[in-house]
């Protein structure tokens, strides 16, 4: 199907822009695009244009004018799906977009399903599969993390650390094998301890992946940030100076807040998922309690806390409760309204609580920046930090890592019992087959089919 036929797609966001590209690539991309495009230079081509070169024209559906364009050529195999592509540059209207992909669908292109480009270019050859999903990544990244570790994986930097893993495997089961048919020639004494050591340096790097997984995750994805505090301590207020607006509506009355609010925010290019909850509080508000309870369950799901203290009012029965519910969570103290007198200490809260401890007034502002600061600090600096190392995103990848260690733990063990190396030759190439997986080296029908569905239309 990947060669026989001819795919389209507007490859440009669907909404009213400058400009707006239709894609079109396979064997007969050129001759369909000359069917629908007339260049200025009635002897240029699309078919007879050298790969990488432009031409200014028009788009004809008969002898119906529909837009200008600039026709971009690129011939196979050196483009991004290793087909011959054709890229229509054309006003970026909606209306104005479809008419042209219409046209080019009637003139026979097939409508190209989300994510077939790629798919193309992985089939091709051009990129392996941890790239292939490294595009959508970096489609969908929210942050400057998430394009670093996305640009990361697209220019192949885990393929190469996938590739080096199984070719020491793929040797040393060659060498098994070789040494099981070969005795003469091939000597297996000594082998096992070896084999050990080389076996150890592959887990070492494994585990080291997959301990990347949850903070690059985080990092990627966003910090599940939940907000909590008693009524009328401000929490809405701190919702609005993250998002900047008046997302969340504040009063002077407690209890307004009753169901949970969710906001996006970056602060400083760190991704916060945040979570505005209900005050808490014991009430006999049906209601409200129903509200309290989720913004309860909201914590445990939580990555962060932000516990949001009235600094006017001394620390209750109702502050217990909430420290007791997020003692063990990652917790940034918040003393708010510090545009008022402050009744209760940085000390006071330490004493019950071990946690960052800010004072601020979500109503004016003045403290947000340490706040910003401290955020900063605790992802970037601490544990969760901001380097060089290559770091997995992709839950997939995680789980593929884990059989891969399941099963050079396997060869550990089987090495350490004594076995004969026939047996370590199994799980070796169990590891094989699983870090193949990852770049799409090991066939597996429905792998490809369910990677590209996901993918968004023209790419």
Do not use: W
């Not at 239709?22 to 050298?50: H, L, P, W, Y």
């Not at 401890?357 to 600096?381: C, H, R, W």
């Not at 969760?384 to 399941?406: F, G, M, P």
């Amino acid at each position: 199907m990947f060669k026989e036929d001819t795919i389209a797609a507007i490859t440009t966001g669907i909404s009213n822009a400058g400009v707006g590209i239709i894609r079109i690539s396979g064997d007969r991309a050129c001759e369909i695009t000359d069917r629908v495009f007339q260049a200025e230079n009635k002897k240029k081509k699309a078919s007879n244009m050298k790969s990488y070169t432009a031409a200014f024209g028009k788009i004809y559906d008969g002898d119906d004018l529909i837009d200008e364009s600039i026709l971009l050529v690129m011939k196979a195999p050196h483009t991004y799906t290793c087909e011959d592509v054709c890229e229509l540059q054309c006003h970026g209207g909606i209306v104005v977009l479809r008419k042209i992909l219409d046209l080019v669908l009637r003139n026979g292109a097939r409508a190209a399903e989300p994510g077939e480009f790629t798919k193309r270019a992985f089939l091709g050859g051009r990129i392996d599969m941890s790239q292939a999903e490294s595009v959508m990544s970096l489609i969908n990244a929210k942050n400057d993390f998430a394009v670093r570790t996305s640009v990361d994986q697209l220019q192949g930097r885990l393929k190469n650390t996938i590739v080096n893993m199984r070719e020491k495997i793929l040797y040393n089961v060659a060498f098994i094998e070789s040494a099981l048919d070969d005795p003469e020639h091939y000597s297996l004494d000594g082998f096992p301890d070896k084999l050990r050591m080389i076996i150890d340096d592959i887990l070492i790097q494994v585990e080291g992946l997959i301990n990347t997984f949850d903070n690059g995750k985080i990092l990627s994805e966003g910090i599940n940030t939940v907000i909590v505090g008693k009524p009328n301590a401000g929490k809405s207020s701190l919702l609005n100076m993250f998002v900047g607006e008046d997302r969340a509506i504040v009063t002077d009355m407690a209890g307004t807040t009753r169901d949970t609010l969710s906001e996006i925010v970056n602060v400083r290019g760190i991704t916060l998922n945040i979570i505005d909850t209900a005050g808490i509080r014991e009430t006999d508000d049906l209601v409200e309690k129903i509200g309290v309870d989720k913004a309860i369950k909201s914590v445990d799901k939580a990555d962060l806390v932000l516990y949001v203290v009235d600094g006017s009012v001394e620390l209750d029965e109702n502050d217990q409760r909430i420290i007791e519910k997020i003692r063990d969570k990652n917790v940034i103290v918040i003393i708010n309204k510090s545009d008022l007198e402050i009744k209760i200490e940085r000390d006071a809260i330490c004493r019950y609580i071990d946690a960052e401890v800010i004072q601020l007034s979500a109503m004016t502002g003045d403290g947000s920046e340490e706040l910003y600061d401290m955020l900063n600090k605790m992802f970037f600096e601490g544990s969760l930090s901001y380097n060089d190392q290559l770091y997995i995103t992709n839950a997939r990848h995680k789980n593929e890592l884990v059989c891969t260690k399941n099963a050079l733990k396997k060869v550990i063990e089987s090495i350490d019992m004594g076995m004969e190396e026939d047996f370590f030759s199994i799980d070796m190439m169990d590891a094989y087959e699983h870090l193949g997986l990852i770049i799409g080296e090991t066939a597996r029908d429905d792998l490809a089919d369910k990677i590209f569905k996901d993918f968004c239309m023209g790419k």
